[in-house]
Every structure is written in C-alpha cells, then in structure tokens.
Nanobody, 122 residues
C-alpha cells in the first residue's frame, strides 16, 4: 500500500512561485510512476507531470517551462516547483502514484493523496 501526503499549498500572486511537496510511504520501486495532477472547480482533473522509475516522464503543455518536478529518493519526496504562476493555475493539486512503466496522464494511477489547494490571484 502506498500512502501519499501533499503539503505546501497556499495563496500566491501572479508571477510568483510556490513549491509543493509529496511525501510517499509504502513500497515504491523502479516499476512505479509518481506525479502531480490538478483539478480546478468545474473542470476535469488534469495531469501536470510525472516521473517514471528511471527519470522524468514529462509535463503538460500548460505548465511546461514554468513548473519543475523533482524527486528526492532519500526522503521519498516528490516536489512541484511552480514559477511564473497564473490565475489559471488555481486548483487542488494532487500527488498520485501507480505501478507501471508508462507514466502519462492515463497511466495506472492507483494511489492518491488528499490534495493541497493552490490559489493564484492577480
């Protein structure tokens, strides 16, 4: 069983930065994906980006060049550095994980954190 806990959400201004963390516990080996999703009110859940067991998988076009995902294996923690924030980045952000080597938006995302809210104002 994989347990994911997000932290670091809050409010920011357009053009500013926020960093989210996702602490993972349980058995995650090189055959697991781990990544970030977000969901804004009234919108479908959106894949933000993810890591495969061997490295970075990729980013959604909407965040490419502004968001950076990194992983600290020693701390079992995934990070989402969000720079040049925009009001449209306002959403609940979720950390997710699942077994598999394909780590795109429609991968086997079996485990989810509780989410952390990010609100960006002008």
């Amino acid at each position: 069983q994989v347990h994911l806990v997000e932290s670091g959400g809050g409010s920011g201004q357009a053009g500013g930065s926020l960093r989210l963390s996702c602490e993972a516990s349980g058995f995650i080996d090189s055959n697991y994906c781990i990544g970030w999703f977000r969901q804004a009110p009234g919108k479908e859940r959106e894949w933000v980006g993810s890591f495969s067991g061997i490295g970075l998988w990729g980013y959604a076009d909407s965040v490419k060049g502004r968001f950076t995902i990194s992983k600290d294996n020693a701390k079992n923690t995934l990070y989402l550095q969000m720079d040049d924030l925009k009001p449209e980045d306002t959403a609940m952000y979720y950390c997710a994980s699942g077994r598999g080597r394909y780590c795109g938006s429609d991968a086997n995302w079996s485990y989810w954190g509780q989410g952390t809210q990010v609100t960006v104002s002008l």
